[in-house]
C-alpha cells in the first residue's frame, strides 16, 4: 500500500487546547509545583498531595511529564524539570503570574472541577460515546447517535484502510466491537474475500453504519461484503458477545475507565476462540508515564468528553493477562498517532 499523508499535525493542534487547560490548572490552581518543598515524589504521593483520584492524576501528571515541567529521578520519582522551577515561586523570575492571566478562562475553570470531581459535576445527559447504565446515552438518541458517529467517519475512512492491511489474513470471523461507522470491518471484510464478520455497537449507531456500507461497496464494487456481514445491536457490558477468530477493539478502551476496561478484557477473552487473537487500534502512553505530548494531549481531550482516558500499553498488557490472554510483541504504529498491538488466547 502507498503510504499516504499523516494527518497528525490536524489532531494536535486540536487537542493542544486541552492541555493547556491542564498546564493553566495545575499552576494555578492546583500549586503542583509548590509540593516538592521535601524533595521528589512518587507517583502516588504526588497525586495524594494533590487529592486527585487514579484517572485525573493519570491525565495531569504524563502531561505535566510531556510538556518537559516535571521530571523522572533515576528511581521514578517526580519534580519540577530546571524548567518547571520558574512555575513554582522559589523563583523570582516565575511565570505564575503571567500563566495565570488565564486562570479564570471557562475552560480552565471547568478542567478544575473535572478534574477534583474525575468528570463533570453534572453527567445527567451521559458522555459522547459511551453507553452504559449510569445515564441516556447520546449514542441512543437517533441525532446525537448520527452526529457522533459520522464525527469519526473521515478518521475511520482515512485509517481502516491502514489497520485492515495490518490485521491477520485468515478466513474465520472478525468481531468488530463498538465499531461504529463500520470502515474498519468493510476494510478487513474486503481484503479478506472467505471471512466474515459482526458489527457490535448500539441500534442507531448501526444505521448509520449500514448506509455507510452501501457508500463503500458503490466504491468498492465489492458486493460479497452485504453477504457477509451481520450487524448486531447490543450493549458490550452486559450481552453476550459472538465467538470470534479476531476481535477489533478500535479507539475503544479509550472511552472507559480502568475497571471497565478490565471487565471488557475479559469479556473480550471469553469470545475468542482458542488461537483467536485481539486487537486493539488506539493512541498509547509511554509505559513510563511521560508522554508524548500527543498522547497526553489526546488523553486530557478524552478525559473532558468520556468516561477514559489514554492507557498505556503496559496497562493493556495488564489487562489482557488478568483475562488470561498472551500479549503478542506487535507494535505497529498506523497515523494520527495510533498504533496496533494485540493478544492471543492459548
Ligand atoms: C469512539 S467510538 C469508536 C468507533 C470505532 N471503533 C472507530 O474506531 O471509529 C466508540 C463506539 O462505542 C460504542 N459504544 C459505547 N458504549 C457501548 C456499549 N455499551 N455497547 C456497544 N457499543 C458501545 C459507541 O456507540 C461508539 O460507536
Not at 3 to 24: C, E, F, K, N, Q
Not at 307 to 331: D, M, V
Request: net charge negative; aromatic share 8%.
Amino acid at each position: 500500500m502507498q503510504p499516504t499523508l499523516d494527518l497528525a499535525p490536524i489532531t494536535r493542534h486540536l487537542r493542544a487546547m486541552y492541555g493547556s487547560r491542564l498546564l493553566v490548572a495545575a499552576v494555578n490552581h492546583l500549586s503542583v509545583f509548590e509540593q516538592f518543598e521535601h524533595g521528589p515524589l512518587s507517583f502516588t504521593e504526588l497525586q495524594a498531595r494533590l487529592q486527585l483520584s487514579e484517572r485525573p492524576a493519570h491525565v495531569l501528571i504524563p502531561s505535566l511529564c510531556a510538556m518537559e515541567v516535571l521530571t523522572q529521578t533515576a528511581e521514578g520519582k517526580l519534580y519540577p524539570s530546571e524548567l518547571g522551577q520558574y512555575l513554582s515561586r522559589k523563583i523570582p523570575q516565575n511565570l505564575i503570574g503571567y500563566v495565570g492571566l488565564e486562570k479564570e478562562d471557562p475552560g480552565v475553570l471547568e478542567m478544575v472541577t473535572r478534574l477534583q470531581n474525575d468528570g463533570p459535576l453534572d453527567a445527567s445527559e451521559g458522555f459522547s460515546y459511551v453507553m452504559d447504565a449510569d445515564a441516556p446515552s447520546p449514542m441512543d438518541e437517533p441525532e446525537t447517535a448520527r452526529l457522533f458517529t459520522l464525527g469519526l467517519a473521515g478518521r475511520a475512512r482515512k485509517l481502516s484502510p491502514i489497520v485492515a492491511e495490518h490485521l491477520p489474513r485468515i478466513e474465520g470471523h472478525l468481531l468488530d466491537v463498538a465499531g461504529g461507522t463500520g470502515f474498519y470491518t468493510f476494510e478487513w471484510l474486503h481484503r479478506n474475500p472467505s471471512a466474515t464478520a459482526t458489527l457490535f455497537d448500539r441500534p442507531q449507531v448501526l444505521e448509520v453504519a449500514k448506509e455507510l456500507l452501501e457508500e463503500f461497496i458503490a466504491h468498492t464494487g465489492d458486493q460479497t461484503i452485504r453477504t457477509r456481514i451481520q450487524f448486531q445491536a447490543g450493549d458490550m457490558l452486559t450481552d453476550a458477545l459472538p465467538q470470534t477468530d479476531l476481535l477489533l477493539a478500535a479507539s475503544l478502551f479509550h472511552d472507559w475507565p480502568t475497571e471497565t476496561c478490565q471487565e471488557l478484557a475479559q469479556r473480550f477473552a471469553t469470545s475468542l476462540r482458542p488461537g483467536g487473537e485481539l486487537w486493539v487500534h488506539d493512541t498509547f502512553l509511554n509505559d513510563t508515564l511521560d508522554g508524548p505530548k500527543p498522547a497526553t494531549d489526546y488523553g486530557a481531550a478524552l478525559f473532558w468528553g468520556t468516561k477514559g482516558r489514554i492507557y498505556s500499553r503496559q496497562e493493556h498488557r495488564s489487562w489482557f493477562e488478568q483475562a488470561g490472554l498472551q500479549p503478542l510483541p506487535t507494535e505497529i504504529p498506523t497515523q494520527m498517532e495510533y498504533g496496533l498491538m494485540a493478544a492471543r488466547k492459548a
